[in-house]
């Protein structure tokens, strides 16, 4: 049977994935009382439970990797803090440089990582072959290594600030959709589902790549467009190191890691998928396999096991979208993270708390907002996979 619908909440976040999971939870541990999230499926079956699972602090931009760090160090207390363990991997990330520029880019981008705590560097092509000794080297000329990052269970997060959030009293409302948001004069009255309307006076949008909608019933501009990628998981591999760091071939984008005793494998495709369509495509396929011929080549014909399609959630500059909207009082959003927002999630759920209450971030997100996509040159994050 399903739960009823409360009639009226503090605050109404939309989207059951680990941002707006994060979100309700913070704001409930900091005492906000009736706290209620809708999620039109199941907790996570958007894009979370589809992501690859990485966790890291190696971005090129400052707010990107304090979003990163913070969240990592929440992610190493996982299992003491919320009783749930989330399958960390520390293994470390390897991106494989294969030009010039892009190495410029990297050694850049590591004088402000290390400047901010991240223990990153650059190494040459023999230590990266070592590190993951699978990959052909043929064309490389460094690597970019972090040896904390690594990956871990989305599923696995996304029950553990549940189950935190509900014993804090949060109602967490699946198989609710959310059709609308009502204001007056400026102000948000009532979110409008399927089930019903929760009368409320503010809203969190948490919907990821389902974010444009929702902010256009609030009036609020949400430059959120869902992309198309896709994963696939092999068969077991023979002699496979459980310490086989996350490799990212950075010029074609093909990432793999360890999942059980076979690999999850991703990139992107030749050419975007723009859209809600998760169907498998099989010239990605095609193009997966020429690249894996060429940089992962002693896998030769290991089979497939699994795969599937999830979305995206891209901005015009490839960094997130975080604030409170001027239009209308009060809507706040945490969206478009272009690839990221699972990692970020517990350093972004904080954030979201304090906006909310009107502190003081401890990162400082404020040049984040959607408005900076009005007239402001762009600021792309060049770590996106």
Known sequence: MAKALPTRASVVVIGGGVIGLSTAYHLAAAGVEDVVLIERDALGAGSTCKAAGGVRALFSDEINIRLGLRSLEAFERFGTDFD???DLHQVGYLFLIDDEEHEGAFADAVEIQ????????MIGVEEAKKLSPMIDTTGLR???????????????VVLGYATAARRLGVQLITGCEATDVITEGGQI?????????????SVVCAAGAWSRAVGEWAGVDLPIDPLRRQIVVTEPVDGLDPATPFTIDFSTSFYFHREGRGLLLGMSEETDSWGFDLSRSSDWLEALAGVMERRLPGLGEIGLQSGWAGLYEMTPDHNAVIGEAPEVSRFLYATGFSGHGFLMGPAVGEVMRDLFLGTTPGVDVSSLTAERFSGTEPRPELNIV
């Open 189 to 201: 009255t009532q979110v409008r589902t399927n089930r019903g309307s929760i009368a409320t006076a």
């Open 114 to 121: 290390n400047s901010l705590g991240v223990a990153s560097r």
């Open 142 to 156: 460094s690597a970019l290594w972090s040896p904390r990052d690594g990956h871990c269970t989305p599923e696995s």
């Open 84 to 86: 749930q363990e989330i």
